[in-house]
């Protein structure tokens, strides 16, 4: 059952028609008819819960199709601190990353300390959707991986690959200092290298730690 037809079994069992869900959602009746015609497969999470509520029946119910429409119980109110249904929340992985000299973790605040982000463009873009948690966030401090990835961007992290797995720029640990950099294999061994030409590679020491594999990245450049 699609969402136009949850919707239509809902409102029915409500008495309610276009008009009164639209004001009770505080939407506007051309959103109502979009649910309903199935040009939206989706309804923001905000007015989810207001939807729900409004109808009667579960959220969980309403937005997934899983469960029982009746069921309230097992789908409480959404909360700003709850992931809308379709999403997955992304949290900080320990500090800000060094892209230069290292950078220990606590020494610099967070950008985004989390994220939710929609399932659909996690696969497109990694060709699965990973478990909660796997995924984290950090924060690249300084001017070596420019212009790749600037200082002040926001990279999220594949944390599973916690060793070399190709040349690729990764998340890494030396003498306990967190950078962003990349990993590249050469004839003597593997080599840590920068975007920036004027930082020069140099061979991948013993006590290498790999935290993660950076998998997407996020710009801060300044709009005027």
């Known amino acids: 059952m699609d969402l136009a037809s949850r919707l239509r079994l809902a409102m029915t069992r409500a008495n309610l028609t276009q008009l009164e869900l639209a004001k009770a959602a505080g939407v506007s009746a051309p959103s109502v008819n979009g649910w309903l015609s199935g040009r939206s497969q989706s309804i923001r999470s905000d007015v989810l819960v207001k939807t729900a509520r409004a109808l009667g029946v579960s959220t969980a119910w309403l937005a997934t199709g899983e469960g029982s429409i009746d069921d309230l119980s097992d789908a409480p109110p959404l909360s700003a601190r709850e992931t809308p249904p379709g999403y997955l929340r992304i949290e900080l992985l320990d500090g800000g990353a060094g892209m230069g000299i290292g ?4 020494d610099f605040p967070e950008v ?8 659909w463009d996690i696969r497109q873009r990694l ?5 909660p948690g ?8 300084g001017p070596s991986m420019a212009p790749v990835i600037n200082n002040g961007d926001v990279v999220m992290v594949d944390t599973a690959i916690d060793y070399y797995d190709g040349d690729a720029i990764y998340v890494i640990s030396i003498g306990g200092e967190t950078q962003i950099k990349g990993l ?7 080599y840590i290298v920068s975007a920036n030409p004027l930082f020069p590679p140099y061979a991948a020491p013993d006590d290498l730690h790999i935290a993660g594999k ?11």
């Open 214 to 224: 950076a998998v997407v990245q996020y710009s801060a450049k300044q709009i005027a």
């Open 103 to 106: 950078v220990v973790n606590e």
């Open 112 to 119: 985004i300390r989390s994220m939710d982000y929609a399932e």
């Open 184 to 190: 590249q294999r050469r004839a003597d061994g593997v």
């Open 127 to 131: 060709g699965f959707l990973p478990k």
């Open 134 to 141: 796997r995924l984290k966030l950090i924060t690249g401090r």
